[in-house]
T-cell receptor, first 114, second 114 residues
Framework: SQKIEQNSEALNIQEGKTATLTCNYT??????LQWYRQDPGRGPVFLLL?????KEKRKERLKVTFDTTLKQSLFHITASQPADSATYLC?????????????FGGGTRLMVKP | DTEVTQTPKHLVMGMTNKKSLKCEQH?????MYWYKQKAKKPPELMFV???????INESVPSRFSPECPNSSLLNLHLHALQPEDSALYLC?????????????FGPGTRLTVT
């Protein structure tokens, strides 16, 4: 069966350090992978999308990598700040035909301590 | 305007009540979605509308009835719900033509079934 796993339910780091979150998947051949941020009681907010033919994508302090051989994406936040504390979700869609059908990983709760 | 709005923010209903959740977007998106999210779990897809037509129903019980009156509005009609249906209900929208399919979420309706 298809699975998307984010290997840490919670991650605590010190302000200024780099946070690295992992998303692993099985039995998918995704055309792209997305990362979202969710704050308590609010809807997810889209952060980054990376396509299967892209190795790395950056946006300000965020970096995402995508390894279709390892079936893994890594999400990095450099120079982390307490305001980065939130739950981060990875999401997959199988392909253009199912492009509007996302399945989310379980999420990682990131806590950045001052 | 990149906002998806949802009303009401909170809803408490008895098991015999009939109520509706509303969602609106003015981004010209032609795909709209309903998700259900339980505490500390990721959003789970319920329904997808593409060009105002129901394209995906993820085996949702008939006590949930979606409706898409036009390209900007999405409703979720609720009837004879169970206490286990208490959750955060999220609406989202996305483009269908760009091939990227990132989804824009509303703030959600917190539903409590008593």
């Amino acid at each position: 069966s298809q699975k998307i796993e984010q290997n840490s339910e919670a991650l605590n780091i010190q302000e200024g350090k780099t946070a690295t979150l992992t998303c692993n998947y099985t039995n998918y051949s995704p055309a792209y992978l997305q990362w979202y941020r969710q704050d308590p009681g609010r809807g997810p907010v889209f952060l980054l999308l990376i396509r299967e033919n892209e190795k790395e994508k950056r946006k300000e302090r965020l970096k995402v990598t995508f390894d279709t051989t390892l079936k893994q994406s890594l999400f990095h936040i450099t120079a982390s700040q307490p305001a980065d504390s939130a739950t981060y979700l990875c999401a997959l869609a199988a392909g253009l035909g199912a492009g509007n059908m996302l399945t989310f990983g379980g999420g990682t709760r990131l806590m950045v301590k001052p | 305007d990149t906002e998806v709005t949802q009303t009401p923010k909170h809803l408490v209903m008895g098991m015999t009540n009939k109520k509706s959740l509303k969602c609106e977007q003015h981004m010209g998106h032609r795909a709209m979605y309903w998700y259900k999210q339980k505490a500390k779990k990721p959003p789970e897809l319920m329904f997808v509308y593409s060009y105002e037509k129901l394209s995906i129903n993820e085996s949702v019980p008939s006590r949930f009835s979606p409706e898409c009156p036009n390209s900007s509005l999405l409703n979720l009609h609720l009837h004879a719900l169970q206490p286990e249906d208490s959750a955060l209900y999220l609406c989202a929208s996305s483009q269908l033509r760009t091939g990227t399919f990132e989804q824009y979420f509303g703030p959600g309706t917190r539903l409590t079934v008593t």
